[in-house]
């Protein structure tokens, strides 16, 4: 048994249904885990993102707001979206849960929810999370490596500053699939080996890794020291992740295991960068339009069927030896203007 | 004859307890009334989204007591529900027949 099975999680259950909500608590107080409810969608949203919590239980039909909705709210949350999600269900629902769990939630129980499986799934779950967090201190540990010598140079204060710089976002598709399918160490090794190669590609051109949430990456480039060429040099990061992944992927099937797929989204402009966290223990960061619109575009690869995408401002950053697609004007969920995308080929 | 299946009731009170189960059977009492009331309102109503809401609140509970009949019916005027058919004819009141078979045997089996 792993050991974490033991250790008390704090769960969320949000369910309109009082029935539902007691004999979940119930059962999960009983394994030993502290509980909280939630009656709807926005409560249980609004409690999700105050309560640091380890899981969340969460019905699909609900007023006020819904389960798709929460769902998709704590996807686009940087901090929430670590945290798994349990879709619960009646068994008529099961097409909705699977675009639940298409969408990114951790794993789904039919109703009336049967305690042992329960136990199993909230187990499980709270295992991966466990491993993905022990995976996200260890990178940051040296993923602030890069920026050592410049805080050592400038002195360290915590703040931000208006930057013009380019931003990569990189994900693995369908990573829980993968995880699911085999040992939780050999999805760390995986990981591992596909960190060390992002992180490669991401240092060799001068960019600084601010930032793993789950298999994704963030990474900037020409802050905090600027370069020119920031543009360029993202790109050049993107393709060297993709040639190197290609490496991988034939090495991965010669031994019979899974090979993996990466979406990557760049784009350029002005954007807020810092230091944030405390003076014992901080990290590099930026935010803005320019990184949100990164992680849109990185999306958008899925449905554009190409591995590497960049907006206009980034496009116009580079010589005429790189060979691009104009893929038109793109309109995202939550921007008003269409942005320009193309595809990087070569 | 038992409207409860039992292998599921004593799973139940196998996993939560019988002082729990006792709680558990009053909130099912009481949100079975309000939920019978309102697919009665909302027949009256015509409003067929808010009577699918409550009889799919009663089949999902009916179920998890084992009250497997209680809960196919529910579960038929959910869809009716769902398909905006609000010709339930007498279903309404064989369910509500039902709920109070559901609720005699359920009081019956939780006394110590």
Redesign the interface.
Known sequence: MMQSSSEPARLLVVDDNQINRMMLSRNLELQGHLVETAENGKEGLDKFRTGAFDLMLLDIEMPVMNGFEVLEACLNDLDLRQIPIIMTSAMEELDAVVKCVELGAEDYLTKPVNPILLRARVNASLEKKRLRDEQRKLFRTFATKEVAEELLRTGFSLGGQMVTATVLISDIRSFTTITESQEPSDSIELLNQYFSMMFDAITQNGGIVNQIVGDGVLAVFGAPIFFEDHRKRAVKAGLQMLEQLKVFNEKQLAQDKTPIRIGIGITSGRMVAGYTGTQNRAIYTCIGDTVNLADRIQEYTKEALRPLLIDGYTREGLPDSYKVEDLGKIVFKGKNQAVNVFAVVG | MSVIDLNTYNALKE???AD?IS??TD??IE?GYAQIEQMQTALAAKDAETFR?AA??L???A??FGANELSALARELEMMGRDKNLEVGDRLEVLKEAFEQVKSQLNELRKP
């Open positions: 996993s939560t307890g729990f709680t558990l909130t099912f949100d809401r799919h609140s089949k999902s509970n179920a998890t």
